[in-house]
């Protein structure tokens, strides 16, 4: 197995535009733990590596790791860490991770493990659109093929055992992520968050935990994991980011109504940056093309579809951009290379 | 006389810009009290009147004043005020004022005195460039004419009394407009303010007194008017000017030396934005104008000249933007219209 060099290219989970620009990816994990031994967090690096050295061979042979790749976080560059955090494939807590943990993808990158991040195994499923369900049965089928093969920690009261409590049980944690510019645009997205929190839902950034919503693009998942079944957690969450884009396609028509004039010069002035600027940060860079996507869905500009804007999406982040460029670059010049990137890609960009 | 309705023009002290884009206009002022008469800040309200009434015959009746206006304060509606005042011929304070208050405006509004402001007699002259002896010539000239027909409160040992100590003695302050958006940009404008506070001279905003140094001009001027001749202290001033002047050449072209990408996408940005925004607030309009005249100094831009940047920064303000409308607008409809008129006004720039 190679790494994967797919940086340049659009993940399986980053085609197939929503023509709304609302639903970005779902995804799917499962906690899982091996049985008599340490969580990752309580072991020590001896172990950790002795595990990660079972572990790696059983997943890598794997049929859905056929021609994937494995990377070992401790022959991991920055930049390489970095990227893979940006194709969110790993977290920000593995990729702060050294000896004895590593990640194993499949070659389309829709199926991954992390070994020894929070606890010894964690599977994920990636998807476009926000179809929860077959990212559980591709999941679920990867568990259940470790789990013929290697002993889990379970609890026959509990269920699947997890560092973390929050994890306990079916150790799922279902996500959905929304592109809501309305929402934020109409100052909603504050307290549709809130609303959602006291549902139990939680609701993270575009790279996960402790981020922010940068592009406006916000990770929906459930919280508790315990006493439901996966069905279950995987129908309530469903059904509340159904609500959510309920509420984002309302908020749309309420700005239209209301106040076209200001959706409209956020469109234009995002255009007018993005194709004219000669400096920009990536946090800029993604909420122009924020903009840029609503302009899209709403059927405003022309020579422009969603799934560049996806590309574009991936290719303003630090090691996309370093990646692109082939080397390491200081951050005054990622913002030149950023801003002169844009500006040539969306020369053609018209209003309709 | 009739009032002056020459908002939609460029007043002289807003025309012949300068090349460089740095200096905008020069001020003198004089404030002056009638002898035996309270000041106006302990006067009643009719004691103020009766002394309104017997200066603005006498004044009105001066050569300077033919075909020029009178405002009484009492009889001005808010966008009147609001407009004097964008176009420097009344301050805050005065503009706060009712009855026994008034402004007598030249027709070319290089001159004018303000009756009953903090002072009886605030007597201004105003003119492009940074030539203060003109100017002061001009004030000294009307201060002497006045003087003749009034009774000036005058303490042989101290000078002119004022009601504010800091005016006592010559009563005069003199002042400079400076366009300093390299000095803003370098991160300098805050030490060079400090630096010239120290030295005894006040800097304020585009709308003197408490306001901000909106499109990064700045009123320097100064502030003891006791102990010195009129000669001595404008003289010092300009010696001071002539140095932030060339502070500011200095950092701009530290800037194009170290950073010549940061500026260009400051300027570009500027144009983008005032060519495709829909929606503009005046202190956005008065910001990105400051780098289109940087743009314009620097010969990177064609279409547009100092003298048209001159119109912007009068026009884009709220009052002169409702009188061209011929009607109050709310913030709302004055921010789209603003926009409107910087797009098709602003067409036409282009990159040299």
Not at 88 to 116: F, P, Q, R, T, Y
Not at 314 to 330: F, I, K
């Amino acid at each position: 197995m190679t790494p994967v060099q797919s940086a340049g290219g659009r993940p399986p989970w980053l085609q197939r535009a929503d023509p709304e620009g609302i639903v970005m990816s779902a995804r799917v994990r499962l906690a899982r733990n091996v049985a008599g031994t340490a969580f990752p967090g309580w072991a020590g690096e001896a172990e950790s590596r002795r595990l990660c050295r079972r572990l790696l061979p059983v997943l890598a042979a794997l049929p859905p790791f056929a021609g994937g790749a494995v990377w070992r976080l401790d022959e991991m560059e920055a930049l390489d860490r970095q990227r893979l955090r940006e194709r969110h494939l790993i977290s920000a807590e593995l990729a702060g991770k050294g000896a004895g943990s590593a990640l194993l993808v499949a070659a389309d990158e829709s199926l991954s493990v992390m070994v020894n991040e929070e606890d010894h195994l964690r599977i994920q499923a990636m998807a476009p659109g926000r179809d929860l369900l077959p990212l559980w049965r591709a999941a679920d089928a990867l568990d259940t093929a470790v789990g013929e093969r290697i002993a889990y920690a379970v609890s026959p009261r509990l269920g699947y055992l997890t560092a973390c409590p929050s994890n306990v049980g079916t150790g799922l944690r279902a996500s959905v992520m929304l592109h809501l510019p309305g929402l934020r645009m109409a100052g909603e997205a504050g307290p549709v968050v809130k609303g959602l929190d006291k549902l139990g839902l939680a609701v993270r950034g575009l790279l996960g935990e402790g981020t922010d919503a940068l592009g406006n693009m916000y990770q929906i998942s459930n919280q508790a994991t315990l006493g439901a079944t996966e069905r279950d957690l995987i129908g309530r969450l469903d059904e509340l980011v159904g609500a959510v884009i309920a509420h984002e396609r309302h908020a749309r028509l309420r700005l239209l109504e209301t106040q076209p004039v200001r959706v409209r010069d956020r469109v234009a002035r995002a255009l007018a940056l993005l194709t004219q600027a000669r400096v920009m940060r990536s946090e800029e860079a993604l909420d122009l093309l924020s903009a840029l996507r609503l302009g899209v869905a709403l059927g405003w500009l022309s020579g422009l579809t969603g799934d560049q804007l996806h590309d574009f999406v991936l290719g303003v982040q630090p090691a996309h951009l370093q990646q692109e460029a082939g080397a390491p670059l200081t951050p005054d010049e990622r913002d030149e290379r950023r801003a002169d990137w844009l500006r040539r890609s969306l020369a053609a960009v018209e209003w309709v």
